[in-house]
Protein backbone atom coordinates (compact mmCIF):
# COMPACT_ATOMS: atom_id res chain seq x y z
CA UNK A 1 0.00 0.00 0.00
CA UNK A 2 1.02 3.44 -0.74
CA UNK A 3 2.18 5.94 1.99
CA UNK A 4 0.23 8.58 0.73
CA UNK A 5 -3.35 7.99 -1.77
CA UNK A 6 -5.11 9.96 -3.62
CA UNK A 7 -7.49 9.98 -6.86
CA UNK A 8 -5.65 11.46 -9.92
CA UNK A 9 -8.17 12.54 -11.75
CA UNK A 10 -8.80 14.38 -13.83
CA UNK A 11 -11.76 15.86 -11.93
CA UNK A 12 -13.51 18.38 -14.93
CA UNK A 13 -15.94 20.71 -13.15
CA UNK A 14 -17.74 23.56 -14.68
CA UNK A 15 -16.67 27.22 -13.55
CA UNK A 16 -18.46 27.87 -10.14
CA UNK A 17 -19.04 24.23 -8.99
CA UNK A 18 -18.18 22.99 -5.89
CA UNK A 19 -15.47 19.88 -5.94
CA UNK A 20 -13.59 17.82 -2.89
CA UNK A 21 -10.25 15.81 -3.07
CA UNK A 22 -9.42 13.14 -0.16
CA UNK A 23 -6.26 11.83 1.17
CA UNK A 24 -5.73 8.69 2.83
CA UNK A 25 -2.48 8.07 4.44
CA UNK A 26 -0.79 4.62 5.70
CA UNK A 27 1.89 6.20 8.43
CA UNK A 28 -0.28 6.74 11.94
CA UNK A 29 2.78 8.81 13.02
CA UNK A 30 2.63 11.69 10.31
CA UNK A 31 2.68 14.92 11.97
CA UNK A 32 1.64 17.46 9.93
CA UNK A 33 -0.61 17.89 6.34
CA UNK A 34 -0.45 19.86 3.87
CA UNK A 35 -2.11 20.58 0.60
CA UNK A 36 0.39 21.24 -2.57
CA UNK A 37 -0.40 23.05 -6.10
CA UNK A 38 1.70 22.14 -8.97
CA UNK A 39 0.99 24.36 -12.35
CA UNK A 40 1.70 22.02 -15.44
CA UNK A 41 5.97 21.62 -15.60
CA UNK A 42 5.80 23.63 -12.72
CA UNK A 43 7.40 23.12 -9.00
CA UNK A 44 4.39 22.71 -6.55
CA UNK A 45 3.81 25.35 -3.81
CA UNK A 46 2.26 25.38 -0.65
CA UNK A 47 -1.51 26.03 -1.08
CA UNK A 48 -2.25 25.41 2.98
CA UNK A 49 -1.31 23.51 5.68
CA UNK A 50 -4.40 20.87 7.30
CA UNK A 51 -5.13 21.61 11.04
CA UNK A 52 -6.35 18.88 13.05
CA UNK A 53 -9.41 21.25 13.90
CA UNK A 54 -10.29 22.06 10.16
CA UNK A 55 -9.17 25.30 8.41
CA UNK A 56 -10.36 27.78 5.82
CA UNK A 57 -8.56 30.12 3.58
CA UNK A 58 -10.85 32.10 1.71
CA UNK A 59 -12.59 29.74 -1.24
CA UNK A 60 -10.55 27.04 0.14
CA UNK A 61 -11.40 24.34 3.16
CA UNK A 62 -8.85 21.52 4.79
CA UNK A 63 -9.59 18.97 7.07
CA UNK A 64 -8.05 16.42 8.67
CA UNK A 65 -9.45 12.70 10.20
CA UNK A 66 -6.70 11.35 12.37
CA UNK A 67 -9.12 8.22 13.25
CA UNK A 68 -9.54 7.14 9.34
CA UNK A 69 -6.58 8.85 8.34
CA UNK A 70 -7.83 11.06 5.74
CA UNK A 71 -7.76 14.41 4.52
CA UNK A 72 -9.66 16.85 2.71
CA UNK A 73 -9.60 19.69 0.29
CA UNK A 74 -12.77 21.53 -0.87
CA UNK A 75 -12.84 23.98 -3.44
CA UNK A 76 -15.91 25.91 -3.79
CA UNK A 77 -16.99 28.54 -6.46
CA UNK A 78 -14.37 27.30 -8.78
CA UNK A 79 -12.42 29.54 -11.13
CA UNK A 80 -10.74 28.91 -14.27
CA UNK A 81 -7.45 29.49 -12.33
CA UNK A 82 -7.97 26.78 -10.18
CA UNK A 83 -7.17 23.91 -13.12
CA UNK A 84 -4.07 22.21 -11.97
CA UNK A 85 -2.51 19.42 -9.68
CA UNK A 86 -3.35 19.07 -6.07
CA UNK A 87 -0.84 17.10 -3.90
CA UNK A 88 -1.51 15.72 -0.57
CA UNK A 89 1.86 15.72 1.44
CA UNK A 90 2.65 14.78 4.90
CA UNK A 91 5.84 15.41 7.12
CA UNK A 92 7.10 12.54 9.24
CA UNK A 93 10.13 11.10 10.96
CA UNK A 94 10.57 13.64 13.76
CA UNK A 95 9.69 16.68 11.43
CA UNK A 96 12.64 15.54 8.27
CA UNK A 97 10.22 13.58 5.57
CA UNK A 98 8.07 15.21 2.98
CA UNK A 99 6.22 12.57 1.79
CA UNK A 100 3.62 13.47 -1.57
CA UNK A 101 0.65 11.90 -2.89
CA UNK A 102 0.72 11.34 -6.23
CA UNK A 103 -1.36 14.01 -6.98
CA UNK A 104 -5.44 15.04 -8.33
CA UNK A 105 -5.35 16.63 -11.61
CA UNK A 106 -8.47 19.34 -11.53
CA UNK A 107 -9.44 21.13 -14.93
CA UNK A 108 -12.38 23.73 -14.14
CA UNK A 109 -14.18 24.74 -17.55
CA UNK A 110 -15.99 27.39 -18.60
CA UNK B 1 14.12 36.55 2.89
CA UNK B 2 15.28 32.79 1.31
CA UNK B 3 15.81 31.85 -2.25
CA UNK B 4 16.30 28.55 -3.67
CA UNK B 5 18.76 27.68 -6.96
CA UNK B 6 18.38 24.93 -8.75
CA UNK B 7 20.11 24.51 -12.07
CA UNK B 8 19.79 24.06 -14.94
CA UNK B 9 16.64 24.42 -16.00
CA UNK B 10 16.69 21.37 -18.90
CA UNK B 11 19.50 18.72 -19.89
CA UNK B 12 19.50 15.93 -22.40
CA UNK B 13 22.16 13.53 -21.58
CA UNK B 14 23.18 10.36 -23.57
CA UNK B 15 23.00 7.19 -22.05
CA UNK B 16 25.99 5.65 -19.81
CA UNK B 17 26.63 9.71 -19.27
CA UNK B 18 27.58 11.23 -15.40
CA UNK B 19 25.09 13.61 -14.31
CA UNK B 20 25.54 16.51 -11.69
CA UNK B 21 22.73 18.84 -10.58
CA UNK B 22 23.30 21.43 -7.90
CA UNK B 23 20.76 23.36 -5.76
CA UNK B 24 21.79 26.02 -3.21
CA UNK B 25 19.94 27.77 -0.88
CA UNK B 26 20.41 31.68 0.22
CA UNK B 27 19.20 33.34 3.17
CA UNK B 28 18.78 30.32 6.34
CA UNK B 29 20.99 28.01 8.42
CA UNK B 30 21.29 24.14 8.44
CA UNK B 31 17.41 23.80 6.47
CA UNK B 32 16.75 20.28 5.80
CA UNK B 33 17.20 19.51 2.04
CA UNK B 34 15.58 17.32 -0.43
CA UNK B 35 15.77 16.01 -4.02
CA UNK B 36 12.44 14.39 -5.64
CA UNK B 37 12.31 12.93 -8.77
CA UNK B 38 8.92 13.36 -10.74
CA UNK B 39 8.33 11.17 -13.59
CA UNK B 40 5.77 12.50 -16.27
CA UNK B 41 2.26 12.50 -15.35
CA UNK B 42 3.43 11.11 -12.28
CA UNK B 43 3.49 12.14 -8.53
CA UNK B 44 6.97 13.22 -6.60
CA UNK B 45 9.21 10.48 -5.55
CA UNK B 46 11.64 11.47 -2.48
CA UNK B 47 14.98 10.58 -3.60
CA UNK B 48 17.44 12.04 -1.13
CA UNK B 49 16.94 14.14 2.13
CA UNK B 50 19.59 15.78 4.05
CA UNK B 51 19.63 17.11 7.90
CA UNK B 52 22.82 18.51 7.76
CA UNK B 53 26.39 18.85 6.14
CA UNK B 54 27.22 15.24 4.82
CA UNK B 55 24.35 13.81 6.26
CA UNK B 56 22.08 11.77 3.57
CA UNK B 57 19.40 9.71 4.01
CA UNK B 58 18.50 8.10 1.01
CA UNK B 59 14.84 6.55 0.12
CA UNK B 60 15.09 4.48 -3.11
CA UNK B 61 18.19 2.71 -3.98
CA UNK B 62 19.26 3.10 -7.69
CA UNK B 63 22.25 4.54 -9.55
CA UNK B 64 21.91 7.83 -7.98
CA UNK B 65 23.92 9.45 -5.16
CA UNK B 66 23.84 12.94 -3.12
CA UNK B 67 26.17 14.58 -1.48
CA UNK B 68 26.17 17.93 0.92
CA UNK B 69 29.57 19.50 0.75
CA UNK B 70 28.46 22.42 2.58
CA UNK B 71 25.40 24.04 4.80
CA UNK B 72 23.53 25.11 1.48
CA UNK B 73 24.40 23.23 -1.30
CA UNK B 74 22.93 19.80 -2.28
CA UNK B 75 24.11 17.82 -5.26
CA UNK B 76 22.45 14.96 -6.99
CA UNK B 77 24.96 13.20 -9.40
CA UNK B 78 24.93 10.18 -11.61
CA UNK B 79 27.69 8.18 -13.00
CA UNK B 80 26.19 6.58 -15.88
CA UNK B 81 22.02 7.59 -16.63
CA UNK B 82 19.93 5.24 -17.50
CA UNK B 83 16.91 5.81 -19.75
CA UNK B 84 14.51 5.36 -16.30
CA UNK B 85 16.53 8.56 -14.78
CA UNK B 86 14.65 10.94 -17.19
CA UNK B 87 12.25 13.17 -15.56
CA UNK B 88 11.62 16.32 -13.85
CA UNK B 89 14.09 17.03 -11.00
CA UNK B 90 13.49 18.82 -7.84
CA UNK B 91 15.11 20.39 -5.04
CA UNK B 92 13.42 21.55 -1.79
CA UNK B 93 14.05 22.96 1.61
CA UNK B 94 12.77 23.53 4.75
CA UNK B 95 13.70 25.17 8.18
CA UNK B 96 15.01 22.42 10.44
CA UNK B 97 11.78 22.19 13.19
CA UNK B 98 9.86 24.38 10.32
CA UNK B 99 6.73 22.50 8.13
CA UNK B 100 6.69 24.38 4.98
CA UNK B 101 8.84 23.41 2.17
CA UNK B 102 10.27 25.38 -0.86
CA UNK B 103 11.16 24.38 -4.08
CA UNK B 104 13.75 25.82 -7.15
CA UNK B 105 12.18 25.54 -10.56
CA UNK B 106 12.90 21.77 -11.44
CA UNK B 107 15.31 20.52 -13.92
CA UNK B 108 14.00 18.56 -16.87
CA UNK B 109 16.15 15.82 -17.49
CA UNK B 110 16.10 13.91 -20.74
CA UNK B 111 18.37 10.77 -21.19
CA UNK B 112 18.63 9.47 -24.88
Not at chain 1, 5 to 16: L, S, T
Not at chain 2, 9 to 33: F, W
Amino acid sequence: RKEVEQDPGPFNVPEGATVAFNCTYSNSASQSFFWYRQDCRKEPKLLMSVYSSGNEDGRFTAQLNRASQYISLLIRDSKLSDSATYLCVLLSNAGNMLTFGGGTRLMVKP
Amino acid sequence: SQTIHQWPATLVQPVGSPLSLECTVEGTSNPNLYWYRQAAGRGLQLLFYSVGIGQISSEVPQNLSASRPQDRQFILSSKKLLLSDSGFYLCAWKLAGGTEAFFGQGTRLTVV
